[in-house]
């Protein structure tokens, strides 16, 4: 298929699902029920404050009991830290490490603010891409592991969980934006969204989904994955890690987008 009438076809592919007779569709409420029914655990949370979601992101990771250690993945791109070492100070750690590709000087008054309450704080930072196996060998292992709004960026999100996971004594928590389980049909799913032709794209903005330039080549700047909750969920299962704890706010992403806040345990 040629590449314009593979876009054409992919533009319409919302209409044909809708379309195809006996096909079910169901309310979001509904989708969700059966993605998630086996984790009562997990709740559903309304807000459209950004500022609420952000405290959440922090009380998520200072939530995770007995943690000493404690790492995040890209945690450096408008927040400098926040959900690293906000946390951090709370849980009165020994060691934060920073894994970040893009350096960001704020980062350092951040550190300074987190060691004046906490003097001892031993802080690491590692300018590295963290989809390079490679890097795994030379990390320490921590506590908790902190994959804030960056899974959604990797084409090989499954291999960088296992690596994470590799390096991860308790606690894994993962948040980020998840297409509604009603918009992909089925549990489980995910869409290769880097792809979609801008129209189709600009019908499903989230709220803070920017239009990015465009490239045809898998790019962690852009947004690439639409995952679901229920996707999340089972990658995490299919390498040995269930949900402790969750929420999932339904609201503040616009129409179409959940997000989970999520606290996975080895199973
Ligand atoms: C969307 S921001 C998320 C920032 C923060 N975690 C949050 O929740 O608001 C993505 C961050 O991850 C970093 N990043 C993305 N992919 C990366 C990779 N493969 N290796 C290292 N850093 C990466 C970017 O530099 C950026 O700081």
């Not at 001892?120 to 592991?145: C, I, M, Q, W």
């Amino acid at each position: 298929m040629r590449h314009s009438r593979l876009l054409s076809y992919v533009a319409a592919i919302p209409r044909k699902v809708a379309r195809r007779p006996g096909t079910p569709t169901p309310d979001h409420g509904e989708a969700a029920d059966l993605a998630w029914a086996t984790h009562p655990q997990i709740r559903r949370v309304t807000t459209t404050e950004l500022g609420v979601l952000m405290q959440m992101k922090v009380a998520l990771v200072a939530g995770c009991a007995g943690t000493r250690s404690l790492r995040d993945f890209g945690g450096l791109y408008l927040v400098h830290g926040k959900y690293l070492l906000e946390p951090a100070v709370a849980l009165g750690a020994e060691f934060a490490s920073m894994i970040d590709l893009t350096p960001r000087t704020e980062f350092a008054a951040a550190i300074e603010k987190a060691r004046s309450t906490l003097p001892g704080l031993e802080v690491e930072f590692v300018n590295h891409d963290f989809r390079d196996p490679e890097l795994y060998k030379s990390l320490r292992a921590v506590d908790t592991s902190i994959l804030f709004e960056v899974l959604l960026h990797q084409e090989n999100y499954i291999s960088v969980l296992q690596s994470v996971a590799s390096k991860t004594e308790r606690y894994i928590c993962i948040a980020q934006p998840c297409l509604k389980e009603a918009m992909l049909g089925l549990p489980g799913s995910a869409s290769l969204l880097q792809f979609w032709p801008e129209s189709l794209k600009n019908n499903y903005r989230a709220t803070y989904w920017p239009a990015e330039p465009r490239t045809e080549r898998f790019d962690t700047a852009s947004w690439m994955w639409g995952h679901t909750v229920s996707h999340l969920i089972a990658v995490m299962h299919g390498i040995g890690w269930i949900v402790d704890d969750g929420e999932i706010i339904e609201t503040v992403y616009g129409q179409y987008w959940d997000y989970p806040l999520l606290r996975f345990r080895r199973e």
